[in-house]
């Protein structure tokens, strides 16, 4: 059981560039996220999404896309990255939003865009 | 708007006890979290409150009081692996997780 994992763990990318994110969770969940996460700033939602085939924007959608592959599959594709973008992005899972459900969080890929 | 506040950092030392604080002014409560995220790594789970009052679990505790719009973690024992930041989350009306920045708790011998 290896719960949410993600790929890659480190990325540095030049302006323009484009990347994916992969996250995948083993733990039946519907819902599933994407953060980004910066020195002194709360984990910020990028998107995220309530079922497979669903996506929604987050706080800070800009510059992001995403796909719900399948049930255990979400990617976060940065077409033109940028500086700004430079952060750790995790992915999370949950069960539902209401209640005691937590969040359960992968490692998290830092990203350096030069 | 929605915010969250937390003291940025807090020392303690091996063997006390330490309270973390968060105050939080969101649209609707609907439960509040703590997480605890060690350096490079990710945020795991430590408590979740909805109703007022206090939780135990272990050394860690969490209070909540809905009224104040206030809530603390308490970590009794303190032993050199609970250095770490200590993530305050609440479920607003729309059932989205706020985050606040989170707390860097540093523990010296």
């Known amino acids: 059981n290896a719960g949410v994992t993600q790929t890659p763990k480190f990325r540095v990318l030049k302006t323009g560039q484009s990347m994916t994110l992969l996250c995948a969770q083993d733990m039946n969940h519907e819902y599933m996220y994407w953060y980004r996460q910066d020195p002194g700033m709360g984990l910020r939602l990028i998107h995220y999404?309530?079922?497979?085939?669903?996506?929604a924007k987050g706080e800070v959608p800009d510059g992001y896309n995403v796909s719900r592959l399948n049930k255990r599959e979400f990617s976060l594709r940065l077409e033109s990255a940028a500086p700004s973008q430079t952060s750790v992005y995790f992915c999370?899972?949950?069960?539902?939003?209401?209640?005691?459900?937590?969040?359960?969080f992968g490692p998290g890929t830092r990203l350096t865009v030069l | 708007g929605q915010n969250i506040d937390q003291p940025t950092e807090m020392t303690a030392t091996e063997g006390a006890i330490v309270q973390i604080n968060c105050t939080y002014q969101?649209?609707?409560?609907?439960?509040l979290f703590w997480y605890q995220q060690h350096a490079g790594e990710a945020p795991t789970f430590l408590s979740y409150?909805?109703l007022d009052g206090l939780e135990e679990k272990g050394r860690f505790s969490s209070f909540l009081s809905r009224s104040k719009g206030y809530s603390y973690l308490l970590l009794k024992e303190l032993q050199m692996k609970d250095s770490a930041s200590y993530l305050c989350a609440v479920i607003d009306s729309n059932y989205q997780l706020i985050w606040g920045a989170g707390t860097k708790l540093i523990i010296k011998p």
């Open positions: 969101t649209s609707g409560f609907n439960g």
């Open positions: 999370a899972s949950s069960y539902s939003t209401s209640g005691s459900n937590e969040q359960f």
């Open positions: 409150n909805v």
């Open positions: 999404s309530v079922g497979e085939g669903t996506t």
